[in-house]
């Protein structure tokens, strides 16, 4: 099974601020590592695809970056509303795996 | 508008069965690959089972092998998880979620750009 761990757990900053989110795999997925967000008492949202696609619909300030097993998620200015748990899972193995989750808060 | 409704959680005990539907609406629900993913109260989302678009490939998480059952009905538009043999460790929230057709393959796998609201599975005696 691949493992998928998100570093860090929590990410204090302030509205404007750059993140950075890591999601670190067991062995390689290749490219096929995928970011979701998730609001408190919502469903998860698909931002990026495939390493680095933007689903539709997603602002350009969220990036995604990385291969084989190190992957980035990159919020260049965080909005009020980007404050929330991200995670990430890969489709190159079964069975389908997520991380553990980032929180995001101020 | 592109929807996915899950219905038939509630209490159980365990040894119980359930069944989950989930309803799709506003797009061709037979092109797509499906899968159930779950969450538990406070913790992460877990992958739980995908079907292919013809029901032709289904997978299963270990934790679940053997007891739940995927299902889908394209003339109904409605995919379904069979739940038996339940147990605690099975209380959680349930989404049924699309496969993007960018981002999945034949087999079921992929990622997800469509999700239901999903719907409370507790096990409880």
Redo the contacts between chains.
């Keep these: 099974e691949v493992v998928l761990t998100q570093s860090p757990a929590t990410l204090s900053l302030s509205p404007g601020q750059r993140a950075t989110l890591s999601c670190r795999a067991s062995q390689s997925v290749r490219i096929?590592l995928?970011w979701?967000q998730?609001k408190l008492g919502q469903?998860?949202?698909?931002l990026i695809?495939?390493t680095s696609?933007r689903?539709?619909g997603i602002p350009a300030r969220f990036s995604g970056s990385g291969s084989e097993t190190d992957f980035t998620l990159t919020i260049s200015s965080l909005e009020p509303e980007d404050f929330a748990t991200y995670?990430c899972?890969q489709?190159s193995d079964?069975?389908?795996?997520?991380?553990?989750?980032t929180r995001v808060e101020i | 508008e592109v929807q996915l409704v899950e219905s038939g959680g509630g209490l159980v005990k365990p040894g119980g069965s359930l069944r989950l539907s989930c309803a799709a609406s506003g797009f061709s629900f037979s092109s797509y690959n499906m899968?159930w993913v779950r969450q538990a109260p406070g913790k992460?989302?877990?992958?739980v089972s995908?079907i292919s678009r013809s029901s032709t490939h289904t997978?299963y998480?270990?934790s679940v092998k053997g007891r739940f059952t995927i299902s889908r009905d394209n003339a109904k538009n409605s995919l379904y998880l069979q739940m038996n043999s339940l147990r605690a460790e099975d209380t959680a929230v349930y989404?049924c979620a699309r496969v993007?057709a960018?981002?999945?393959?034949q087999y079921g796998?992929?990622?997800?750009?469509v999700?239901?609201?999903?719907t409370t599975v507790t096990v409880s005696s």
């Design positions: 096929y995928a979701y998730q469903a998860p949202r698909l695809y495939d696609n689903a539709t995670y899972q489709r079964w069975p389908l795996t997520f991380g553990g989750g | 899968n992460g989302l877990e992958w995908s997978n998480a270990d989404y993007s960018a981002a999945g393959n796998s992929g990622s997800y750009d999700w239901g609201q999903g």
